[in-house]
């Protein structure tokens, strides 16, 4: 049997890749308790807060979840760069579309911190947020799928029926996370608890939440019917089931607690983008053959059994 290892530039860009995608589900994560906090306009200056790079005497829960917030935004802008100046440097072992994807990413971490500096200067508009949320997802999910192009290249492990169907799995929790964005922003679930107002929002998000999870649980069905599939990725189809099963509980027990536990709700956002994250890894899972980059195989009988 052989067994495909990666050239090491590309395996060197995947481990920083894997990295970022950890950074940015914090970023998503950290957004959200910042918004749960009421943090969101803890710094009311940008870039800095309150006129420094670290605010000592302001500093308070909600001015440190404001700040770190910002510092994890820069650190994945300055590491995507990084691996964006690499995928040049490496161009001649590496596939031809991924510096076109990193200066894609990079332009999209610009426009980022663009959404963040309105949602700061505009005093956090409902529809800016949920657009700093949109693109965030998308980081998440681009990177992801990057990530398993360069750790796990070639062609996909799905057929194109079925990866369509991953698409769309993916494309219905982002919008079911902007869905709830909104909710959160328009301070729709409190005003539907407390004074019967606003419930038409909620009660979309808590409807659209079976068909989403109808679903994502159908597309792991049908890669389970994939005998390949199931034998070498069930780890990732036991994870999406899982993520779905747990955010449900999460949002039902959240309304059922009036929307006042912070780490109920910043938890539902986790999930939201963990499976996002998932999900999109297995959609771009490759076969590890690639012709476009310098492969490595090594027939696996030659070798002596080593861990770790």
Known sequence: MQVFYPPKPRFRLG????HVVVALIALVVIGGATRVMEAGLACPDWPLCYGSFL???????????EWFHRLDAFLVGIFLIIQFAFS???AKTLPKWLPWIYGFLTLLVAFQGFLGALTVL???PSLVVMAHLAVALTLVAIMSGVTQQLLNPGKSIFPLWLRCFGFLSLFSVIVQSLLGSRVATSWAAQRC???G???NLLGLHGASAIPVSFVVILFVILSSLQRDVFIDQWPYLLTIVSLIISQ????VFSINQGMSEPSLIIGHQLIACLLVAVISALNFKGRGIDESSQSIFITQSTLETCNG
């Open 122 to 124: 505009q005093l956090l």
């Open 193 to 195: 608890l407390d004074f």
């Open 88 to 90: 040049l440097r490496w």
């Open 248 to 251: 449900v509980f999460l949002g």
């Open 55 to 65: 605010p000592g005497r302001q500093m308070n829960l909600q001015v440190f979840l």
């Open 15 to 18: 481990q920083l890749a894997a």
């Open 197 to 199: 107002d606003s419930c």
